[in-house]
Structure formats: structure tokens, C-alpha cells
């Protein structure tokens, strides 16, 4: 493809292309690999089985994040299967000479926002996890993506992956969001007009000014999602914005490194000229507080919105739906009473998500018998909202402020909606059960989850706003 206009993802999987040949998938240096106790116990089993090392352990970063408890974190871990995973990891990252943020450690967080806030994630590389939500990564201008377990152990063993080259996406974003509207609501409006499998066999890159004018954490929320329309991965195109959240991290270049890089990264939007696979195109003013209301992420309407009556083609699957969440088509959900609020996950559990919701509930106090977890993507979030005060506004107003870990959103330590209670949270998936045996799950944003638990009830926050 030299000498062509090439889009961001183009020059980006060129420049890491070990080999090509027709027929055969590509072979893709790996710039960075993030792990975690849960995918990668089989990987390390595989390399002792092998006798091999890890190739560059330097660029392999391991945390604690999937199993950890969020409560008592001093404390050993009670359930056991979660203690012997994290134990695990602890063992094969001693074994193998890699880097690890453990609980306790001052880095341990969630994967997914650990990178980008230590500056481990950067423009124009690579990066892969045992992990879907990998595509957080690609909202600093790399591509990023999550891989099988025997891929943990090819990246591993050297610091490359095989793989096939995806089809091309743009998805732009034009206008001004309205009041109330995050970034939350834009990947759930586009999930909402192009399915959960809209997407596969594509790399998404998302533009256009309403995109621009997103924060960096905003844009990681919209490419975190980026999975649950079925797409290898999303990106962003590095801009001013980019540059200035990553000057000064921990382990961002510094110096002339800093300049060096700074002017690759430049280089890297797409060519004006070049062609993607597919386009779509929307009007920010379009976009409303969205919510779901089945049990998968493309099932959402705007907060205004009745639940849709089914195609022909998805009557089956609606049914099984609104059967499992107990909601009824052409139901309004305003009004519809719920249990539990959780605020986190690696799709929205940043400062700046925690200061969007401090800022709204101040002064105001939860709607009773409701549950509120507020969880912290990484300890370094914890702290900072400690630091601005955020938690006593969170203890003011009922909510339980936890300590980092993936908590809820998945629900494999001991954070689980009982069975049949209903749950508005900010993670990223709704499936049955997602958040416990038979929980029901509508996702939303920070600000709509917020006034959800001040209310008790799903509400437009809008009418708060105003």
C-alpha cells in the first residue's frame, strides 16, 4: 500500500508488519501486552511446557483486576477461586521476570485505564490483552484489541501475533451534543443504529467534530464499546488533545524522546484521500440520554423513547428479551423502578467520570433502599478523588465508595445484583446475568446512572439539568 492515501489504521499496521504473504495472515509486532489473573494462567502453563521464556518482558504490564475484592483489600482474598487466580498471576509474573500491579500496589487498576493514565498506552502502537475491551486503548490513535488465551502465549513467547488485516470503518460524529448527552450515548446510539454484529470484520475509526471535542476519557468510553458492535477494534486519530493528556505520565517519553515522538504522531491521521470500507454518518443533535432495555448493548432507545416493537426477523430474540429484563414492548421506561446503581467499570469508572458524578449528586441524597457503588477504575483514581474531595460528596449522599477492580460489571468476586433486581450501570454489557444470576441491567451513562440513584428511577436527567 506505499506511495497510496492510507487511513490511521493503515499506517499503523504497515509500520508494525513483520511479514506479508498472499494467503496467509499477516505476522504483527506487538508493542505493548497487557495481562490480568484471569486469561493468562493456560499462556504461562504453555511456555513451561515448552521450556521457552518470555521473549521481551519489558513489554508485557500485568495487574490484578477481573477477581479482585473491592472491599477490605488488605485483607487475603475470601472467595477462593478469585484468591487462587490473582495468587496465580502473582506467581508466573515472579516466575517470568514481568511487571506486575498487585493489590496493594500503587498502580493496580483495571487494565483499560491503567495504560492511558500511566502512559504506558500510546499513539501508533500496538497493544493486546487477553481481554475484548482492549479497543479502550485505540482512543489515544493505536490499534488495540483483545486476544485468546493460546495468543497470550504466542505474544508471550514473540512479541508478535498472527493475524488477518480487517476491513476499514469511519464512523463521524458532526454537531453539538446536547445537554445531558456524554460519550456513553454516542457508542450507544451507534450500537442502537447498526446492531451488535454491525460491525465484525471491521476496525472502526471515529471522527468528526463532535468526536474532537470529546476529552480523552470520553473518546476511551466510545472506543471501549467499540467490541459490542462486533468490530475488531476503535480508534481515534491523535490530536492536540491526545498530546497534551499524555505530556508529563509516568512512563510517556520525556526530552527529545518526547519531540521525536511527538512528530510520528503527527504524521498519523488519515490522508485526506484515502478510502474506507465503509462509512456511516450522524448528527449530534440526534443523540438523546440513551438507555437499554434487552439484553444486549444494541438493544437501547433514547431516554424518551418506548420500547420498539420487533421486526419480523427479531421477534424471537426481543421476546426472550423483555421476557428476561420482565418489560414489555412499546413500555416507556421513565418511571420504571430499579435496586442498584453501579458507577464503573473500564468503560466509565475514570476521575472524570467520578467528578461528572460528584458534581451532579452534591447536596442530594440517594432514593431509599437503593444501592450505589461507585468503583474506581485504578488506585490512582481512588486517590485523586480522595484528594478532591469526591468521596466525601459520594458518602454525603449514601453511595459506597469502593477500591478498584472490575467489580460489578461482571461480577466474578463477591459485587452481584441479586437475582431479579434491576441494576442502571455504566459498564458495558447487559447480558443475562452479567452482573449475577438473573440480574437485569440497563446501561446507561454516568449522568443518567446518577440521577437514577438519586430518583430511584429511570429518569431523563434533563429535566434535572434545566
Request: hydrophobic share 35%; glycine share 10%.
Amino acid at each position: 500500500m506505499s506511495g497510496t492515501a492510507k487511513t490511521l489504521f493503515d499506517k499503523i499496521w504497515d509500520h508494525h508488519l513483520i511479514s506479508q504473504r498472499e494467503g496467509y495472515p499477516d505476522v504483527l509486532y506487538i508493542d505493548r501486552h497487557f495481562i490480568h489473573e484471569v486469561t493468562s494462567p493456560q499462556a504461562f502453563d504453555g511456555l513451561r511446557k515448552r521450556g521457552i521464556p518470555v521473549a521481551r518482558p519489558k513489554q508485557t504490564i500485568a495487574t490484578a483486576d477481573h477477581n479482585v475484592p473491592t472491599k477490605n483489600q488488605h485483607l487475603p482474598i475470601v472467595e477462593e477461586l478469585s484468591r487462587l487466580q490473582v495468587e496465580t498471576l502473582q506467581k508466573n509474573c515472579t516466575e517470568f521476570g514481568l511487571d506486575l500491579y498487585g493489590l496493594g500496589h500503587e498502580k493496580q487498576g483495571i487494565v483499560h485505564v491503567i495504560g492511558p493514565e500511566l502512559g504506558i498506552s500510546l499513539p501508533g502502537m500496538t497493544m493486546v490483552c487477553g481481554d475484548s475491551h482492549t479497543s479502550t486503548h485505540g482512543a489515544l490513535g493505536a490499534i488495540a484489541f483483545g486476544i485468546g488465551t493460546s495468543e497470550v502465549e504466542q505474544v508471550l513467547a514473540t512479541q508478535s501475533l498472527l493475524g488477518i488485516r480487517p476491513k476499514t470503518m469511519k464512523i463521524e460524529i458532526n454537531g453539538t451534543l446536547g445537554k445531558g448527552v456524554l460519550s456513553k450515548d454516542i457508542i450507544l446510539y451507534i450500537i442502537s443504529k447498526i446492531s451488535t454484529s454491525g460491525a465484525t470484520g471491521y476496525f472502526v475509526e471515529y471522527a468528526g467534530s463532535a468526536i474532537r471535542a470529546l476529552s480523552m476519557e470520553a473518546r476511551m468510553t466510545i472506543c471501549n464499546m467499540s467490541i459490542e458492535m462486533g468490530a475488531r477494534g476503535g480508534l481515534i486519530a491523535p490530536d492536540q488533545t491526545t498530546f497534551d493528556y499524555i505530556e508529563g505520565r509516568e512512563f510517556a517519553p520525556k526530552g527529545e524522546a518526547w519531540e521525536a515522538s511527538l512528530a510520528w504522531w503527527k504524521t498519523l491521521p488519515t490522508d485526506e484521500q484515502a478510502i474506507y470500507d465503509k462509512t456511516y454518518t450522524y448528527d449530534a443533535a440526534d443523540i438523546e440520554p440513551m438507555i437499554t432495555y434487552g439484553t444486549n448493548p444494541g438493544m437501547g432507545i433514547g431516554i424518551q423513547e418506548a420500547i420498539p416493537k420487533a421486526n419480523n426477523g427479531e421477534a424471537a430474540e426481543l421476546e426472550k428479551a423483555l421476557q428476561y429484563m420482565g418489560l414489555e414492548a412499546q413500555q416507556s421506561l421513565l418511571g420504571k423502578k430499579i435496586d442498584y446503581v453501579f458507577i464503573g467499570s473500564c468503560t466509565n469508572s475514570r476521575i472524570e467520570d467520578l467528578r461528572l458524578v460528584a458534581d451532579f449528586v452534591k447536596g442530594k441524597k440517594k432514593a431509599e433502599g437503593i444501592n450505589v457503588w461507585i468503583v474506581p477504575g485504578s488506585q490512582k483514581v481512588e486517590q485523586q478523588a480522595k484528594q478532591e474531595g469526591l468521596d466525601k460528596i459520594f458518602t454525603a449522599a449514601g453511595f459506597d465508595l469502593r477500591q478498584a477492580g472490575c467489580s460489578a460489571c461482571l461480577a466474578m468476586n463477591e459485587d452481584k445484583v441479586p437475582a431479579g433486581k434491576y441494576c442502571v450501570s455504566t459498564s458495558n454489557r447487559n447480558f443475562e446475568g452479567r452482573q449475577g444470576p438473573g440480574s437485569r441491567t440497563f446501561l446507561a451513562s454516568p449522568l443518567t446512572a446518577a440521577v437514577a440513584a438519586i430518583t430511584g428511577e429511570i429518569t431523563d436527567v434533563r429535566t434535572y439539568l434545566s
